[in-house]
């Protein structure tokens, strides 16, 4: 089966520009995560949409942005990009095992904001 | 609220060393725990979980176990190979939440 896919691959934006990155989870997970991960830090979590609800929020501004399709895929909306911004961008499916949430990652968007 | 700390890196290890990367955590209740190690260019990938006390995860040599009275999931591996170059990041996750906290991860070189 294949894995979580991301798209782009890698990005570069100028600041003030908005940018959308997709997602595509593991057939059959309804599911998706979005993190930020800053070089040299953990991910930290933007996003949780399950069955195309948003079921939980991190410490990000109104900037960013996210939803879920019928198909499950999802996409994260950044407007008004800043600096600080750039970031890898990772989306995680996840499936439910055992009443605990099993996250499986994707390769990532690497957006570089200039 | 919750969160995770990892022991600071990097590590450098000559192959066949044995390996801990100590992590502790701060959760309300009995959060599940996880090790996930991040090749360089990749995505974060499961290496091992533990979902309750004295739980002991295991996988591709690694092993942690889950230790409530000190709430420590340290990760051990008895001998390291140079394929085991990465970064390895400790993460939980709250019993009744479905929101990761990740520790800021730790760097492991293995040199032959």
């Known amino acids: 089966d294949a894995g979580v896919t991301q798209s782009p691959t890698h990005l570069i934006k100028t600041r003030g520009q908005q940018v959308t990155l997709r997602c595509s989870p593991i057939s059959g997970h309804k599911s998706v995560s979005w993190y930020q991960q800053v070089l040299g830090q953990g991910p930290q979590f933007i996003f949780q949409y399950y069955e195309k609800e948003e079921r939980g929020r991190g410490n990000f501004p109104d900037r960013f942005s996210a939803r879920q399709f019928p198909n499950y895929s999802s996409e994260l909306n950044v407007n008004a990009l800043l600096l600080g911004d750039s970031a890898l961008y990772l989306c995680?499916?996840?499936?439910?095992?055992?009443?605990?949430?099993?996250?499986?990652f994707g390769p990532g968007t690497r957006l570089t904001v200039t | 609220g919750d969160s995770v700390t990892q022991m600071e890196g990097p590590v450098t290890l000559s192959e066949e060393a044995f390996l801990t990367i100590n992590c502790t955590y701060t959760a309300t209740g009995y959060p599940s725990l996880f090790w996930y190690v991040q090749y360089p260019g990749e995505g974060l990938q499961l290496l091992l979980k533990?979902?309750?006390?004295?739980d002991k995860g295991s996988n591709k040599g690694f092993e942690a176990t889950y230790r409530k009275e000190t709430t420590s999931f340290h990760l051990e591996k008895g001998s390291v190979q140079v394929s085991d170059s990465a970064v390895y990041f400790c993460?939980?996750?709250?019993?009744?939440?479905?929101?990761?906290?990740f520790g800021t991860g730790t760097s492991l070189t293995v040199i032959p």
């Open positions: 993460a939980l996750i709250h019993s009744t939440g479905n929101q990761f906290y």
């Open positions: 995680a499916s996840s499936l439910v095992v055992g009443g605990i949430y099993e996250q499986y």
């Open positions: 533990a979902t309750k006390a004295d």
